[in-house]
Structure formats: C-alpha cells, structure tokens
C-alpha cells in the first residue's frame, strides 16, 4: 500500500507565464494568497514531504515554502524546458519511492488527489498514475497531475537529453493507470488553471 510517507509532493510554478503577460504566476495572488501558496497548503497534507520548483523570483519563493519545509529547486534543463524540467528536478531531490506533481495555477485541486492517484497505481500495478477530468463531456488526461515513482528518473533524464517535454508522450512509455474525478462530489471547477488574468479572477468567485 502506498502511504503518504512514500510519497514526496512538489509544487511547480517554474514556467515562463506566457499566457498572463509573463508575470510569475505562482506569486500572483487569489483570494490574498500566492498561488503557490495555495498549492502548497492543498498538497501538505496529502503527502510526507514538500518541493518547490520556481525559475525566478527564488527569494520570495524561499520566503513562502520556508514553514512547510519545502526546498526551492530550479531546472537543471534550460531554455524554461516545461513541467517535465520540474518532474525531472522533484525526481532528482526526491527520498521517496514516489513522487507526486501539481502546477501552482490550479489552486482548487482535489484534497484527495494524493489517495486516488496511490490507489489508481496499486490497483493497476502501474509506474505512474494520472488525473482524467471531465471535459465537454468526456473525460481527459490531466498530466501534469501526476504520481510517479522516483525510479523513472533515469527513463526521464533519457526523454529529455532527447529533446523530448510531453508528459503524456513519456508517461505512454510506461505502465500509467488513468483515475478519473468524475464522483459525485468532485468540485467540476478542480482542475480548472488560470493561465490568463481573467482566468484567475474566475476563480476569486464561487463555483
């Protein structure tokens, strides 16, 4: 049984912020709060051990994982080389057989992300369990939602030396379980991201 003491999570606020004029996005604010913050606080008790990956702004956030004992890690690819550059950091940093991945701009994520994705990889044996939410009627991969184990760093390092950055052209190389959050009781907003200004004020708002 995976356990959430094997399980390390990180928070990955390292990309380019393209989409919302290149600010930083973990450090914009919802509701008062960074969104890394947010993300850090949703994943803590869902997991035994905390990560950061950030490209920029690394002070500040230093200043904001500090009491959740979370390193600030950086990619060691360069060019801002996407989520897997921050999977490949986790994996690098990571003492626990698995490790679980969370962008910092989906700050609604489900509270049990941890437990459905452990028990979607035991229940299929599987190297890497994946998040399927509801899109338009049908149920889609949500990649960067991701729990794998720490052993496919190797595999990873492979991708990526490649040229590669797809999670989900990597993750088919392997044995991936889908665990789908279409429950009754499962927030349809969890896996919504703000990728734009408009986006994040979307979200200040009740569902």
């Known amino acids: 049984m995976i356990a959430p003491n094997d399980i390390t999570g990180i928070v990955l606020a390292g990309g ?7 600010v930083d996005k973990g450090l914009q604010a919802l509701r008062g709060q960074s969104l890394a913050l947010h993300a850090l606080q949703r994943l803590q008790p869902q997991v035994g051990a905390l990560l950061l990956s950030a490209n920029r702004h690394i002070p500040a956030y230093e200043a904001l994982a500090r009491p959740y004992g979370a390193p600030v890690l950086s990619d060691a690819l360069p060019g801002y080389a996407g989520p897997l550059a921050g999977f490949l950091a986790g994996l690098e940093r990571c003492s626990t057989p698995w490790l679980l991945t969370v962008p910092c701009d989906s700050p609604l994520f ?70 789908p959050f279409d429950r009754p009781g499962d927030d349809p907003r969890a896996f919504h991201n703000a990728n734009t200004l408009a986006e994040l004020h979307a979200l200040e708002s009740p569902a």
Do not use: K, N
């Open 16 to 22: 380019r912020g393209t989409r919302m004029g290149g």
């Open 110 to 179: 489900p509270a049990d992300l941890a437990a459905r994705l452990a028990q979607a990889a035991e229940r299929e044996e599987a190297d890497i369990a994946l998040a399927a939410a509801p899109e338009d009627g049908t149920l889609r991969p949500q990649p960067v939602f991701c729990l794998l184990r720490t052993r496919l760093r190797e595999s990873l390092l492979r991708y990526t030396s490649e040229g590669g950055r797809r999670i989900g052209a990597w993750a088919a190389q392997h044995h991936r379980a889908l665990e």
